[in-house]
């Protein structure tokens, strides 16, 4: 995508964001008192859905109005899908039909139980359980009804639809710091990847070797730190993770992620 896209994208999305959590917009009755009766913004809550980048799940932000059900508030917001233009413009996708409604959520000793109007196979499975196990309270995911014999799902259950490199954090278009941190998961040969940081000008300020806690076959966890950096303006600038191939050096497993920088 060309950066010109980005920033385009980049001005829809804040415009999104700014919509989503506030109250019902009312100007009030003057009348003859000339009384503006205002309503204060909502508070919101900051989650991830799970939709899918090239078959494979991939954290997107959404706002939420604040509330203590985040498990169903998440998949409520998976069911919707993804934007317009998130689907032309970054290739987002899901494999959940638009006719699947949410029947119920339960959190209970480290276990949600997701009732679903029909069953769930393949990357649309794999999306709700990486949606509702984002947080610390879940640790399995039972879903409900069940289209084979296991009850309890963990993100384990689901590497053939896991990309190799899946960064949790920063997400696409989220307002980074400075340096920035960068957590997720990967399974690649002998841990290894690599990752650059460009800044609003789409120079490199940063790049660097990470190494996560397992690979070349089994999935481990990474948590890096840039160095801090310098922009010349506020915008929109990108976290790069790849693998070097081991037969040319040429990139493979390559992810853009767009974010948001600030001075």
């Known amino acids: 995508m060309t950066r010109r896209a980005l920033l385009a994208l980049a001005s829809v999305a804040a415009g999104l964001l700014l919509l989503v959590g506030c109250g019902d917009g009312d100007d009030g009755d003057t009348g003859t008192t000339g009384t ?23 954290p997107v932000l959404r706002e939420v109005e ?3 059900a985040v498990a169903e508030a998440a ?6 899908g993804p ?34 109007s029909a069953e769930l196979e393949g990357e649309a499975l794999a999306q709700v359980v990486y949606t509702a196990s984002q947080f610390p309270s879940v640790e399995t995911v039972e879903v409900l009804p069940e289209s084979d014999d296991r009850m309890a799902h963990t993100r384990g ?5 896991t990309p190799a490199i899946l960064v949790e954090s920063p997400r696409f278009f989220e307002e980074v710091g400075n340096p920035v941190r960068a957590t997720g998961t990967a399974n ?16 490199i300020v940063d790049e660097g070797f990470v190494t996560a806690t397992s690979g070349s076959g089994e999935r481990g966890t990474f948590d890096f730190t840039t160095d801090e950096y310098e922009i010349p303006f506020d915008g929109i600038g990108a976290l790069f993770v790849f693998e070097l191939s081991a037969e040319d050096g040429s990139r493979i497993n390559l992810v853009e992620i767009p974010v948001r920088m600030s001075g």
């Open 188 to 203: 690649t040969f002998e841990a290894n990847f690599q990752y650059e940081l460009t800044d609003t000008d789409g120079r």
């Open 36 to 58: 503006v009766t205002t309503t204060e913004p909502a508070e919101t809550t900051a989650l991830s859905v799970y939709f899918l980048l090239e078959g494979k799940v991939w």
């Open 75 to 80: 998949l409520e917001a998976l069911l919707e």
């Open 83 to 116: 934007t317009e233009e998130e689907a032309q413009e970054l290739s987002f996708s899901t494999a959940i039909r638009d006719e699947l409604e949410l029947e119920s959520v339960e959190v209970e000793d480290g276990v949600a139980r997701v009732e679903l």
């Open 66 to 68: 604040e509330t203590d």
């Open 157 to 161: 259950a689901f590497e053939t639809f």
